[in-house]
T-cell receptor, first 114, second 114 residues
């Protein structure tokens, strides 16, 4: 089982609130990712990081922002939540940057914005 | 356009039966193909990975095949168990390098009934 953790697991929040989704891994992986997944749909990469102080936008445009101040921590922030942000957010990490390396996923945060 | 298509969208089988899930892709160039298992409310877990030169890979009761010429892959599950109930996601990478991008299918939702 992968040592990657996400909190909270479930979050219901009102429109306009600022939220931060936490992701931590204890494997010492340099590369970390955030994906967004709607029911029955494919995962979409929204952010990734090669290491400390490195953050990049993914394939899917997102109003969220991320930071990477420590290797093990990769939080995602929404400054003003909207109903369109309702989705499942999955965090992942991998040991290196080559695509044959396994990505290990956290359990996800299911976000509902009312 | 690079795409990954999976079929069927959903499948119900009885415990102990075998089943085969399909994945067709148009991703080019091709580096590797991976099958993930995603339990409800959890993050995906890697089952197998195959590169261009590999045409079969097994992991316990899971056997994946790859035909790089026809751009098709299948995941065969033998003697299904209730714990096999999950979504099975096919993921294709276009490059085995830091430039590699992952293309996700929407998954096949498998339900195993007792």
């Amino acid at each position: 089982e992968a040592d990657i953790y996400q909190t909270p697991r479930y979050l219901v929040i009102g429109t306009g609130k600022k939220i931060t989704l936490e992701c931590s891994q204890t494997m010492g992986h340099d590369k970390m990712y955030w994906y967004q997944q709607d029911p029955g749909m494919e995962l979409h990469l929204i952010h990734y990081s090669y290491g400390v102080n490195s953050t990049e936008k993914g394939d899917l445009s997102s109003e969220s922002t991320v930071s990477r101040i420590r290797t093990e921590h990769f939080p995602l922030t929404l400054e003003s939540a909207r109903p369109s942000h309702t989705s499942q957010y999955l965090c992942a990490s991998s040991e290196s940057t080559i695509s044959t390396d396994t990505q290990y996923f956290g359990p996800g945060t299911r976000l509902t914005v009312l | 356009k690079n795409q990954v298509e999976q079929s069927p969208q959903s499948l119900i089988i009885l415990e102990g039966k075998n089943c085969t899930l399909q994945c067709n892709y148009t991703v080019s160039p091709f580096s590797n193909l991976r099958w993930y298992k995603q339990d409800t409310g959890r993050g995906p877990v890697s089952l197998t990975i195959m590169t261009f030169s590999e045409n079969t890979k097994s992991n316990g009761r899971y056997t994946a095949t790859l035909d790089a010429d026809t751009k098709q892959s299948s995941l065969h599950i033998t003697a299904s168990q209730l714990s096999d109930s999950a979504s099975y996601i096919c993921v294709v990478s276009d490059r085995g390098s830091t430039l590699g991008r992952l293309y996700f299918g929407r998954g096949t939702q498998l339900t195993v009934w007792p």
